[in-house]
């Protein structure tokens, strides 16, 4: 950020007085700018002991396949946020969300918060940011051709979670290039 | 906002394409400056059989009850946000940990994320933004006191869990003008 947003002047980073950091304070106007991390809320949509991925239509990682999701926009619950992204990806309506696991990528400044949930009619297609979505077994699961590595997290988990018959509720966080392959 | 935080510019809100919402779009360089909800990370800090509250030194609600929470910053993980905002505001270190609530407040763009936690050592001191800071049993809670909706709703299922023994994770929603007492 070079400009304030408030009235278009310059501003520069420096720590204002009472904060411990530094934020974008505007020169004229003296405006305080925060940036904070960003919500990431998807869904596992789960269909007869089976889960539906999506491949991705769309850069990063073109062609390699996740889960629903996206950021959170204002005004929208969590909830709401993932059933939105997970019919705009995924086609799919959902049901019965049920909080699953959050994941720290602090070092993008973003937060996932992923939810387990039931497709409501087991109808799904592709959306525009989706080459084809596909309903997978647990053998059938290209880890390889996995699009981020909190996906490939997050699916073990519930994996693991599924063998014990057993869901809590998980908190971890995601290292920068962290291979867990 | 008016201005681009990039070139400076003018701009306006309108709906990108391929886009579904209206975003602060400039009218020169075209760069989209996305608005999304903040994260308020928190605890409730315990203590032989006691939770910690803060008694607000600031606007809003200043002189009410609330416990130690706020913004998340870029860079850290929901545990340190909740952590840093508990020495902060309550003087306190805390460990153990454990997700207990999500709360979203989406009228007013903001998703509480809350945990339980217990006291390292039991010292405890009022930060800058608080005017004390107090050990409570559940009859001595000022229920009438609490800075904010959310803060009464999180510590009323905090006793209805640990009147039964068991902590779950819970999800919920706070409708502005929400009155709980």
Chains 1, 2 share one sequence.
């Not at 089976?50 to 629903?68: D, H, N, V």
């Not at 990528?105 to 949930?117: H, M, N």
């Not at 994996?159 to 867990?180: C, E, M, Q, T, Y």
Request: charged share 25%; proline share 6%; hydrophobic share 35%.
């Amino acid at each position: 950020m070079k400009y304030c947003g408030h009235c278009g002047s310059k501003g520069d980073y420096h720590i204002p007085e009472g904060d411990d950091r530094p934020r974008f304070v505007c020169t004229e106007c003296q405006a305080i700018h925060y940036d904070n991390p960003k919500m990431v809320v998807g869904c596992i949509p789960l269909w007869q002991e089976r889960l539906l991925l999506c491949r991705r239509a769309i850069e990063p990682r073109y062609g390699k396949w996740t889960i629903p999701a996206g950021f959170l926009e204002i005004g929208e619950t969590v909830q709401d946020g993932a059933k939105r992204e997970t019919f705009e990806e995924a086609g799919a309506r959902v049901e019965d969300l049920k909080p699953f696991a959050l994941y720290n990528l602090s070092f993008v400044g973003q937060v996932y918060f992923i939810f387990l949930s039931h497709l409501t009619d087991g109808k799904f297609h592709a959306g525009h940011e989706s080459i084809t979505v596909q309903l997978f077994e647990e053998h059938e699961i290209p880890w390889n051709e996995m699009a981020f590595p909190v996906i490939r997290k997050v699916l073990h988990q519930y994996f693991k979670d599924a063998s014990k018959g057993r869901f809590n509720f998980h908190i971890g966080d995601i290292a920068p290039g962290i291979n867990l392959s």
